[in-house]
């Protein structure tokens, strides 16, 4: 009786949240990357991750360095992500595993899989100045969602984490990081932008190592002093809801938002990075460590009635339900003994 209970709640939990269920389309949607879209063996190389969105846009790997990398300019580089799957609480799902081993001038031979010392994804498509959706500046709010698993949260070994960015030498528009600066801070969900506060940082304390977070993180254009909030669910079950880290940095009024994306070269502007960023100074180095398996940003802010449906989406695709309680059993087993004695009895 008890099994059949068990499954019988499991059913009714499926049902509730349809993992293929629609999150709001249009232009507005600029980016949307699935690690389930990749047909890609396990643990081989993620060569290109293709954007689910209307806009196409694709990542990949570098086999050189640019001119002005900071590390080693022009230089062979071997920084191939691997795809992963990995199974939380009877959901299966693939990522794409972002790794750090060694010194980051270990920059490796692109012909000997996991010779570089970091794993990175670059934009390579959709780059003409103008015309890159992923450009969203001051004027334009931004909603995002991100389903990670960070692998060293607090050690500073690592420094400063890019889960991901549009950041680059003049300006920084995007990014979702953690930050690597003091014992205070250490660990904490971060967004850069170059104005009088360059770093923004949640509260709460650093993130849990080893976990999967669902986390959306939004920008609400206001005129002066935009807004940027973070919303995080840790607990890795789909019934728990996203719970805000309230930033500490000005209390997330972002003093001075960049107004634009610089070029590189001309006529091209600088790339999003996934697992990185492209700031000449850095980027190659303040990479992530751990598994990505869904990053979703729109260049607008989404309705509450929005994110809801974007997050029910992820927490049942991605999160299992909890196990059911005793009591939670007996309640639903009196239920349905009423509903089975009802029917026998001819009253509907």
């Known amino acids: 009786m008890r099994r059949l209970l068990v499954i019988a709640l499991l059913a009714a939990a499926g049902s509730a949240g349809d993992s293929n269920a629609q999150i709001p389309m249009g232009a507005d949607l600029r980016l949307w990357l699935k690690a389930d879209s990749l047909s890609v063996a396990e643990d081989g190389q993620v060569t290109q991750w293709v954007d689910s969105s209307s806009y196409g846009t694709t990542f990949a790997p570098r086999t050189m360095t640019g001119l002005n990398s900071a590390i080693s300019p022009n230089a062979p580089v071997e920084e191939f992500p691997h795809l992963q799957t990995v199974t939380l609480g009877g959901k299966t799902f693939k990522t794409v595993q972002f790794e750090r081993n060694g010194s980051i001038f270990d920059q490796g031979d692109p012909n000997v899989d996991r010779s570089g010392s970091a794993d990175r994804l670059w934009q390579t498509s959709n780059l003409a100045t ?82 999967w977070h669902v986390a959306e993180q939004s920008i609400l254009e206001q005129g002066a002093n935009d807004l940027l909030s973070f919303n995080v669910n840790t607990t890795e079950l789909s019934t728990s809801p996203l719970l805000p880290l309230l930033p500490v940095t000005n209390g997330g009024l972002i003093v001075d938002r960049n107004d634009g994306i610089n070029d590189d070269p001309a006529g091209f502007t600088e790339p999003f990075g996934i697992g990185t960023h492209a700031q000449d100074c850095c980027g190659e180095g303040e990479t992530f460590a751990g598994n990505i398996a869904e990053i979703i940003i729109y260049a607008r802010e989404l309705s509450p009635s929005e994110k809801a449906q974007v997050y029910d ?26 509903l089975l004695r009802r029917r026998a009895g001819g009253t509907h």
């Open 313 to 338: 989406y992820l927490a049942a695709k991605y999160l299992p339900v909890p196990e059911p309680t005793s009591v939670g059993l007996v309640l639903v087993g009196l239920a349905g003994l009423g």
């Open 130 to 211: 103008g015309a890159n959706p992923l450009v969203i500046a001051d004027g334009t709010s931004m909603t995002s969602f991100t389903v990670f698993k960070p692998t060293v949260t607090s050690p500073a070994v690592l420094g400063f984490q890019a889960i991901w960015a549009l950041r680059g030498n003049g300006a920084s528009l995007l990014e979702l990081g953690i930050s690597g600066g003091g014992p205070a801070t250490r660990g904490r969900l971060n967004y850069v932008t170059y104005d009088a506060v360059t770093s923004y940082v949640a509260g709460s304390g650093p993130q849990p190592a080893g976990i």
